[in-house]
């Protein structure tokens, strides 16, 4: 199992991620080859965690 918390950057809870820096999360992760994932986004201080999480669950090939 994999925990993970975003948390955004430069500015903490106020920045969005860019495709190029999740896919590169993802990759790491996909290393890992984890059977549990959780992924948490807390940067929504300007609306950004909703974005990011769908984009990273995309890079996942979820429904």
Known sequence: MIYVRFHGKPILFASKYSKEELKEYAER???LKPKILFA?????????????????KNLFNLS
């Open 40 to 56: 948490y986004f807390n940067n929504d201080a300007e609306g950004y965690a909703i974005d990011n999480a769908l984009e990273f």
């Open 29 to 31: 992760i996909k290393k």
